[in-house]
């Protein structure tokens, strides 16, 4: 893998924005909250319901490491199928 430090430098930040997308539902509902406190507190719902399954696609970032690693228990994969490994988890 050519890249590999610029791959785990993007899982990292898409971690920490993961983090940060936590916060800002919150500042906004102290702001939206008194136009209407029913709309402001579903969205920090299906704000903070989004973040763990950001964390999935995260995850299956992280198999796409495992998967490229060269490791010797992936020698029985030929290398079409871990390509087509690979595409399947990004």
């Not at 029913?38 to 973040?51: D, K």
Request: proline share 2%.
């Amino acid at each position: 893998m050519e890249s590999k430090s610029l791959f785990q430098f993007g899982i990292v930040m898409g971690l920490l924005s993961c983090v940060a997308f936590i916060l800002l539902p919150l500042a906004l509902y102290r702001l939206l909250s008194s136009v209407n406190k029913e709309h402001a507190m579903l969205m920090v719902i299906f704000a903070i319901v989004s973040v763990p399954i950001s964390y999935l696609n995260i995850v299956h970032q992280i198999d796409v490491l495992d998967l490229l690693s060269d490791e010797a228990y992936l020698k029985v994969f030929s290398k079409e199928e871990l390509n087509t490994h690979v595409m399947l988890s990004l």
